[in-house]
């Protein structure tokens, strides 16, 4: 269930809208399953968000105020209660999304596209319905819920609207993520980013709030 709220929350925060076409009952999609993968993994590792959104700090893609969110992302205890290792498989961070799936479309939150022919399924596509937008309202106001929301937001801010092959090949740039080995979890980077940010702040003059 963790899971599908997950994807719902990133149904809705980093989805594009839909096009002619698509399933009439669709409001918003995700086009890949790739993309979809990578961010999940965002979602599920505040530490590997944060130093993706110190990264476009550093290069001047994200205005300064956001270190307050890099901090805010490290400090709180979020990294500990929100944080849910994925292992590492040949296209990267990866973990089965058809059950989830199955609770989401079985309520008429969301439903898959397969593109393709009956042998290989070319491509996945994720669609939010109607219902699927309430649901995440509800969502947002829940007092503990409501934090799959916040984050999914600032998965999208970090992510914009870079393909899943895009996404993956940022998230390769993370030493930590490029040497595990295949079927194993990826391993947390907090301190490693906590040390950027230090340093990052150091070289930094005014207040970090926006």
Same mark, same amino acid.
């Given at each position: 269930?963790?899971?599908?709220?997950?994807?719902l929350?990133?149904?809705?925060?980093?989805?594009? /809208?839909?096009?002619?076409?698509d399933p009439?009952e669709?409001i #918003?999609?995700?086009? @890949?399953?790739?993309? =979809?993968q *990578?961010l999940?993994?965002?979602l599920?590792?505040?530490?590997?968000?944060?130093?993706?959104?110190?990264?476009?700090?550093?290069?001047?893609?994200?205005?300064?105020?956001?270190?307050?969110?890099?901090?805010?992302?490290?400090?709180?205890?979020?990294p500990?209660?929100?944080?849910? /290792?994925?292992?590492?498989?040949?296209?990267?961070?990866?973990? #089965?999304?058809?059950? @989830?799936?199955?609770? =989401?479309? *079985?309520y008429?939150?969301?439903?898959?596209?397969?593109?393709?022919?009956?042998?290989?399924t070319a491509?996945?596509?994720?669609?939010?319905?109607?219902?699927?937008?309430?649901?995440?309202a509800?969502l947002?106001?829940?007092?503990v819920?409501?934090?799959?929301?916040?984050?999914?937001k600032?998965?999208?801010?970090?992510?914009?609207?870079?393909?899943?092959?895009?996404l993956?090949?940022?998230?390769?740039?993370?030493?930590?993520?490029?040497?595990?080995?295949?079927?194993?979890?990826?391993a947390?980077?907090?301190?490693a980013?906590?040390?950027r940010l230090?340093?990052?702040?150091?070289?930094?003059s005014?207040p970090?709030?926006?």
């Open positions: 269930m963790q899971h599908a709220i997950r994807l929350a990133i149904l809705s925060e980093c989805s594009e /809208p839909v096009k002619a076409g009439p669709s #918003a999609v995700i086009r @890949a399953e790739l993309r =979809l *990578a999940d993994f965002w599920r590792n505040p530490d590997y968000l944060a130093g993706e959104m110190l990264t476009k700090v550093e290069s001047h893609d994200l205005p300064v105020h956001y270190l307050s969110v890099v901090e805010h992302l490290l400090n709180s205890p979020e500990d209660l929100h944080w849910y /290792p994925m292992p590492r498989w040949h296209h990267g961070a990866y973990e #089965a999304i058809d059950d @989830a799936f199955s609770v =989401l479309s *079985a008429g939150l969301a439903l898959v596209r397969r593109m393709g022919g009956v042998q290989k491509r996945s596509q994720f669609f939010l319905t109607d219902a699927g937008r309430v649901a995440v509800d947002a106001k829940e007092r819920l409501s934090w799959y929301t916040e984050q999914a600032l998965v999208a801010v970090v992510a914009g609207s870079d393909n899943g092959s895009t993956k090949k940022r998230q390769y740039q993370q030493a930590e993520y490029a040497r595990t080995k295949l079927g194993v979890n990826i947390p980077i907090h301190s980013v906590r040390g230090e340093a990052f702040k150091a070289t930094v005014g970090l709030a926006p």
